[in-house]
C-alpha cells in the first residue's frame, strides 16, 4: 500500500550571516494512510521546517518527498492544496481579519475555480456546519470570533477541498485547556469520518499521546527515535526521549520543576557537535559518543539513534 507521506534523506539548511543553520537534517520516514504521526522535540528543533517541507512551502536542499505517491516537486500548487492542507498554530494571525468567514473557509475552492459560486456558497455552509459553526458565524470577522471557534474555521479552510493529509503545526497550544480538548475531539472525529492521514507537530506530549498513532522525537534536525505511541511512552530508549517525558510537569503540589539532567546549555542548529548530537547534553554519555555517529538501530515500528540503546 502506498503511504499517505513518505520521506527520503531530506535536508534543509538556512543561511544566517555567515553561519549555516542546520534545521534538518537526512530525515526519512513514512506515514501510512489514515495514520496519525505526531512530531515532538524542543523548540528549534526542526519542526515547523519540516511541516512546511512536506507542505511544499519550502524546497529541500537535497532529499525527496512524496505524498500519496506523487513526488512533491513534480505537483503544482494547485495540485498540492488538493492532496494536502495545514492548520497552523495561531488561528487568528492565519486568518485574514478583514475577509468574512465564509470567504476565508471558500477561498481554497475559489482559487481551484472549478465550481460555480452558489457550489462553492453551499459547501462552505456544509463545512462550517461540519466544525461546528453555524452558517450565521460566517458572515462574521475573525475578531468577532472565539479562539477555539478561529482555529475551526482554520480546520474549515484546510478540509473544504477534500484533502487527503492534513499537517497539524502546534494547532491547539494558543488555545485554553478546556478548548484544546474539543479542537482534538474535532480532529479526531473528522480523521475518522473522512479518512484523513495526520502530520501532528506539538511540543506537548499529552496531546501527542492523546491523538497521534506513532510518534516521533526529534532532536537538532534529526529524528533520534520513532516508535509506536504506547512503546514510546511505555519504554523510551533514547536519552533525550527519556528527558522530554521526564520534564513533564505534574499536578502534584510540593513536586515542583522536574530536573532531567540535561545541563543549561541549549543546542545550537549552527554548530552541531561531532558524534552523537546529543552527547554534549546526554547525562549517560561515554567517550565514543563524541566521536562517532550513531546509526539507527531498528526497532518494531520504527528506531532508535544511539549507541548505548
Request: hydrophobic share 45%; proline share 9%.
Amino acid at each position: 500500500m502506498t503511504a499517505a507521506i513518505e520521506v527520503r534523506a531530506v535536508r534543509r539548511t538556512f543561511k544566517a550571516g555567515k553561519r549555516t543553520v542546520v534545521a534538518v537534517d537526512d530525515v526519512s520516514f513514512s506515514v501510512p494512510s489514515g495514520g496519525v504521526l505526531g512530531i515532538v522535540g524542543e523548540s528549534g528543533c526542526g519542526k515547523s521546517t519540516l511541516a512546511r517541507l512536506i507542505l511544499g512551502l519550502l524546497p529541500p536542499d537535497s532529499g525527496e518527498i512524496a505524498v500519496e505517491g506523487q513526488r512533491l516537486a513534480d505537483m503544482d500548487r494547485k495540485a498540492r492544496a488538493r492532496l494536502i492542507q495545514p492548520v497552523f498554530q495561531d488561528p487568528f494571525s492565519s486568518l485574514n481579519p478583514l475577509a468574512r468567514i465564509r470567504d476565508i473557509v471558500g477561498m481554497p475552492l475559489v482559487a481551484q475555480g472549478t465550481l460555480a459560486r452558489a457550489e462553492v456558497a453551499k459547501t462552505v455552509d456544509e463545512m462550517l456546519a461540519r466544525v461546528g459553526l453555524t452558517t450565521e458565524m460566517g458572515r462574521r470577522l475573525p475578531a468577532e470570533l472565539s479562539g477555539g471557534q478561529r482555529q475551526r474555521v482554520a480546520i474549515a479552510r484546510a478540509l473544504v477541498l477534500r484533502p487527503r493529509i492534513v499537517v497539524c503545526d502546534e494547532p491547539t497550544s494558543a488555545l485554553d485547556v478546556s478548548v484544546q480538548a474539543q479542537i482534538l475531539n474535532l480532529l479526531a472525529e473528522l480523521r475518522h469520518d473522512l479518512n484523513l492521514t495526520y502530520l501532528f507537530i506539538s511540543h506537548n506530549l499529552a496531546v501527542v499521546e492523546h491523538v497521534a498513532s506513532e510518534v516521533a522525537v526529534m532532536y537538532l534536525g534529526r529524528l533520534v527515535e520513532r516508535e509506536p505511541t504506547e512503546a514510546l511512552f511505555a519504554r523510551p530508549e533514547h536519552p533525550y526521549t527519556k528527558a522530554l517525558l521526564a520534564s513533564v510537569l505534574t499536578p502534584e503540589p510540593g513536586l515542583g520543576v522536574p530536573d532531567v539532567g540535561l545541563g543549561d546549555s541549549l543546542p545550537d542548529p549552527a554548530n552541531i557537535p561531532p558524534g552523537c548530537r546529543f552527547h554534549p547534553r546526554c547525562p549517560i554519555a561515554e567517550p565514543r559518543c563524541a566521536t562517532t555517529v550513531p546509526p539507527l538501530k531498528p526497532r518494531p515500528g520504527g528506531g532508535v539513534e544511539c549507541l548505548l540503546a
